[in-house]
């Protein structure tokens, strides 16, 4: 059974920065790529970034390139979201998701989400 | 980039009649199409993809059609538990959601 944690919201003032984690179970970490999407409250979904099965090819919404990092640790099961110089319209739940079994970016798999609130 | 928009924003349905709600994207993205529900509080679910593929435990009143820009969500027998957000999204490029539909029952 496939289980995704993600950890790591926080409320951070605009400018600062944060780190996001997700570990995932019950899946074979290594052979998928890895999303992270996100919403803000009371509104819909935008996908952030994503990470190849390798962890080589990276891609980003033009709304955080050059803000946001993705990375994995294939040891850890985990990927990271790497934030900064963070701004009021970051606020949102983020989740993580792997692709699904054929390679396509579709979700079925979804974790609770972590909250990130950039607030003064 | 695609751009997902979805209409109505908001649907209000007697329980046992049909919701149809609509997805358009800017450019084709052939049957690369999904569908997911999202109830307060909780994590989209994904309903269908491919356009009109269930995914794994969906109800059988739940059902997708289109291809190219235009598509179309079908709950069929609505019933209480179908209140929920939903959302579109193509994912023949990088992924993009609609804006979503809100279901409400009557």
């Known amino acids: 059974q496939v289980h995704l944690v993600e950890s790591g919201g926080d409320v951070v003032q605009p400018g600062g920065s944060l780190r996001l984690s997700c570990a995932a179970s019950?899946?074979?970490?290594?052979?998928?790529?890895m999303h992270w999407v996100r919403q803000a409250p009371g509104k819909g979904l935008e996908w952030v970034a994503v990470i190849a099965s390798d962890g080589v090819f990276k891609s980003y919404a033009d709304s955080v390139k050059g803000r946001f990092t993705i990375s994995r640790d294939v040891s850890e099961s985990t990927i990271y979201l790497q934030m900064s110089s963070l701004r009021t319209d970051d606020t949102a739940v983020y989740y993580c998701?792997?692709?699904?079994?054929?390679?396509?970016?579709?979700?079925?798999?979804w974790g609770q989400g972590t909250l990130v609130t950039v607030s003064s | 980039e695609v751009v997902m928009t979805q209409s109505p924003a908001t649907l209000s349905v007697s329980p046992g009649e049909t919701a149809t709600l609509s997805c358009r994207a800017s450019?084709?993205?052939?049957?690369?199409l999904a569908w997911y529900q999202q109830k307060p509080g909780q994590a989209p679910r994904l309903l269908i993809y491919?356009?009109?593929t269930r995914a794994t435990g969906i109800p059988a009143r739940f059902s997708g059609s289109g291809s190219g820009t235009e598509f179309t969500l079908t709950i069929s027998s609505l019933q209480p538990e179908d209140s929920a957000v939903y959302y579109c999204q193509e994912y023949k490029n990088w992924p993009a959601f609609g804006q979503g539909t809100k279901v409400e029952i009557k």
């Open positions: 450019q084709s993205v052939n049957v690369a």
């Open positions: 998701g792997p692709e699904d079994k054929s390679g396509s970016s579709l979700f079925e798999y």
């Open positions: 491919g356009a009109s």
């Open positions: 019950g899946i074979a970490f290594s052979s998928f790529a």
